[in-house]
């Protein structure tokens, strides 16, 4: 995890402090370029799940989420 926030802090999307203020918890924030990022990632995410949906009827919907509920629950 501490590599991809690495990354990200690289890349200008999010900021840490040099130390932790308490313990070893490193208080994370969104840059605003990260919050741009975040926003264009979502949205782009709900078109991808609007046409994945689309031909099912909101019973099947219903349906696969809650089986995919189902497999997220199973993993340990």
């Known amino acids: 995890m501490n590599l991809v926030l690495r990354g990200l802090q690289d890349r200008g999307l999010l900021t840490r402090p040099g130390r932790a203020p308490h313990g070893r918890v490193l208080p994370t924030q969104l840059t605003r370029s990260g919050r741009e990022k975040l926003h264009a990632a979502s949205a782009a995410v709900r078109a991808v799940e609007r046409q994945m949906f689309s031909p099912l009827s909101a019973e099947e919907q ?9 497999c997220i629950a199973a993993i340990p």
């Open 62 to 70: 219903g349906h696969l989420r809650d089986h995919l509920a189902l």
